[in-house]
Structure formats: C-alpha cells, structure tokens
C-alpha cells in the first residue's frame, strides 16, 4: 500500500465531509487520504481554525490538500476531484441529462444541509435572547420543502444508484438525525425513511456516522 498523497481537513460531525468520506469508500480510495482533525473542534463562523484558513481563505471544511499542495473546496469541487481520480463507474455522469438531474438532486441535499448547520449555529453559538425566530423558521421551511421534492419525485431516482445524488442526500437525513431530531423528517416522508434505512447499511455509510 502506497504513503496517502493527499489529506483532508476533516470532522467526525460535518456532512460535507461526510459525503467526500462515503465517496472515498464506495470508490476505494481511502488510503490515499490523510485526516487532519480541526485544532478547534467543530469548525464554527465564529471559532477560527489557523491552519485551516492557511489552506482554505473561507476557513471552512472539507478541504482537500493535493500531493502537489494544492487545495480544493467546497465539496462539491472535492467529489468531483476525486471521482476523477478512480477506475470505477463513475459516481457523477460526465455527460448528458443525466448529470444535470444528479447534481440538482445533490444541490438540492447540499441546500438541506446548508439550512441545517445555519439552524445549528444560530442555536447552539448565539445567545438564546438574540435569536431570529422567523429567520429559523424559513430556514426549517427550506428543509421541509426539499424533503416533500425528495419524497414526491425522486425515490426511484435514488434507488436505482448509490451516487453523487444519493450519497449526498443520504448525508444530508444523517445530519438532520444527529443535530435536529425535533423535525422528525421521517414522519411525513415514507418513501425516503425507508430508502435511507436500506442505504444506511452501507459499509461507506455505517463507517462514517457522525459523532460529536
Ligand atoms: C460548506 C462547508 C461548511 O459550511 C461545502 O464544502 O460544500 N459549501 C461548503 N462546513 C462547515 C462545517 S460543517 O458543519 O460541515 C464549516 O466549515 N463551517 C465554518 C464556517 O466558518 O462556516
């Protein structure tokens, strides 16, 4: 086994990072990565990570350092990276509708996420007396409204591969379950409770559930 070439600014807790972690499973690239641990854990807006904003200006993870000390971010720009960099089917269609429709499908889990760690902040790191309710609330109303999209139109579309689309989305319930169980998001979406019971019994899924 080859020395890793590249690493990655990684936490356990992230669903960003998640998903670079899942696709490095499912494309059997882990050990070409090294995980280097934020010194201040978890990366907030407000907790600033030296060594992190050295290599990413925006200060956030994931970051990906290449062998030649490039880095790449966000994670959509990491995914695509790296499903370049195997010999398997690929992960992201290069080409056709196809690619359009599985990184809207993956957009739209990013966009879950988004909502979900900008509820999280404004919770867990600003003090309860400031805040902004109607703020949260749109926030939620995001995340509700993509779930319904999900669950009304794109089952069988993730059902049928375990790719950027799925994996992202798959990433996207993990994160709602570790940091807002109150949404109870399986309640009125079936169809996708139970896609995500068979898709979290992946091997790629079941070694990268978040910890705090
Ligand atoms: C989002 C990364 C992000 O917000 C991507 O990589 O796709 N569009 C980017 N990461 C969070 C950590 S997390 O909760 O996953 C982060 O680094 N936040 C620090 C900050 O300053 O916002």
């Not at 499973?25 to 050295?54: F, K």
């Not at 739209?108 to 902004?132: C, F, N, Q």
């Not at 939620?140 to 409204?145: A, E, M, P, S, T």
């Not at 798959?170 to 019971?197: E, I, K, T, V």
Request: aromatic share 6%.
């Amino acid at each position: 086994m080859s020395a890793p070439s590249m690493t990655l600014f990684h936490n356990p807790a992230s669903p960003y990072v998640r998903k670079v972690m899942v696709l490095l499973h499912e494309t059997g690239q882990l050990d070409r990565v090294t995980l280097q641990h934020s010194q201040l854990s978890p990366v907030s807006p407000v907790s600033p990570d030296a060594a992190l904003n050295q290599d990413n200006p925006l200060g956030k993870i994931p970051a990906l350092r290449l062998a030649d000390g490039n880095v790449l971010y966000d994670s959509r720009v990491i995914l695509d990276y790296l499903d370049q960099q195997h010999v398997g089917n690929p992960l992201i269609p290069r080409e056709g509708s196809a690619r359009w429709r599985r990184l809207t499908l993956a957009a739209l889990a990013d966009g879950i996420m988004d909502a979900s760690v900008t509820i999280r902040y404004e919770l867990a790191l600003r003090a309860p007396d400031k805040h902004w309710d109607q703020w949260l609330d749109a926030q939620r109303d995001k995340i509700r409204r993509a779930l319904a999209v999900l669950e009304a139109d794109a089952i069988a579309e993730l059902t049928s591969h375990f790719d950027i689309a799925a994996i992202s989305v798959a990433c996207a319930l993990g994160y709602l379950d570790l940091r807002h169980p109150d949404l109870n998001w399986r309640d009125a979406h079936p169809q996708l409770s139970a896609w995500y019971a068979h898709v979290s019994q992946r091997p790629s899924m079941l070694a990268t559930v978040p910890k705090v």
